[in-house]
């Protein structure tokens, strides 16, 4: 299988206890079966530590304190686990994290998730263009190829990030509804409380003003967009939805950002991964509320 990235694919590094967001708190974390093989043979003091704080049931997953940390997440904001028995102890969705992967035909995409604030930041800071390392005859695949229109006008930068995405929309002849965003948003499944204070900010519609300070970490965000989200029209045809909930996502995070400094857009970023993209009831809402 072709395993396909975007060039800067390669800059993250975890930043372990230096992470605001710890991925180790508010998520649980399940454990393939593999990896829970190799803690029951685990023998020692460390042994008994991994049978207290984990549910060895049908689904293995570490169990969370009583402030949703993993128990294995230390005080100074390390891993027990690669501490005590080494980086390759570790579940697959923990080496895994943020990436993310999609499959089309004989091809896997790996990304980065923007719910890491570290991959995040090393996306919407690149001052290059993303580039994918896309082999010529998988550019020839129909959904592929049309992916690579849609990059080309997004990254096209004579034009305002607002225009491009005018031009988007126009390939597919699509616009975006008049809905109440902000009602819409408000009842999506919740995780962090944070996100209500970006949500008030939309409450009066989703229009922005054409400032272009910030186009090119815009650029990335929406070039992730696409990059992320829009092969899965192999499976539910949502062509035109899907790059509708491109823009959508742009312009909401567009609209959040009053400072209109990049520091707050990675945080708008960062919320709206771990709020939305990260469940696949939110994102189907939305797809639902961008049919046309």
């Known amino acids: 299988m072709t ?4 060039n800067y694919y390669k ?5 372990a206890d230096k992470c605001k967001h710890s991925c180790c ?5 399940e454990i393939d079966d593999v990896t829970a093989q190799k803690y029951k043979a685990v023998t020692g003091d460390f042994s008994s530590r991994l049978n207290d704080n984990i549910d060895f ?3 293995p997953f570490f169990k969370l304190d009583k402030n949703e ?17 080494g980086e390759d102890m570790l579940c697959q969705i923990c080496t895994d994290h943020p990436r993310f992967r999609n499959y089309y035909g004989d091809y896997e995409e790996i990304g980065l998730g923007m719910t890491c604030e570290a991959a995040t930041e090393i996306i919407l800071t690149s001052a290059e263009k993303t580039t994918f390392n896309i082999p010529s005859d998988a550019l020839e695949m129909p959904l592929i190829n049309f992916r690579e229109k849609l990059f080309n006008v997004l990254q096209d930068r ?13 390939l597919v002849d699509a616009k975006l509804p008049n ?11 919740r995780l962090d409380n944070a996100w209500d204070e970006y949500l008030v900010r939309i409450k009066d519609g989703i229009d922005t003003t054409a400032d272009t300070a910030l186009d090119i970490a815009y650029e990335q965000l929406l070039v992730y967009l696409i990059y992320r989200h829009f092969l899965d029209v192999q499976y539910d045809e949502m062509l035109k939805e899907r790059v509708l909930f491109a823009a959508l996502i742009y ?7 009053v400072s209109n400094t990049l520091p707050e857009l990675i945080e708008i970023a960062r919320l709206y991964s771990s709020e939305i993209e990260y469940s696949d009831e939110n994102i189907n809402v939305l797809l639902s509320y961008l049919e046309n």
């Open 179 to 189: 809905n109440d965003w902000y009602g819409i948003f408000s009842g999506l499944e």
């Open 158 to 170: 004579t034009i305002s990030v607002d225009n491009r995405v005018d031009k988007m929309l126009a």
């Open 57 to 59: 049931g049908e689904s």
């Open 69 to 85: 940390r993993c128990p294995f997440l230390n005080q100074n904001g390390l891993c027990d686990i690669i501490t005590n028995l």
């Open 25 to 29: 708190i508010g998520w649980e974390i």
């Open 11 to 15: 800059k993250f590094k975890c930043i």
């Open 251 to 257: 312009k909401v995070a567009k609209k959040m950002n």
């Open 3 to 6: 395993i396909i990235t975007p």
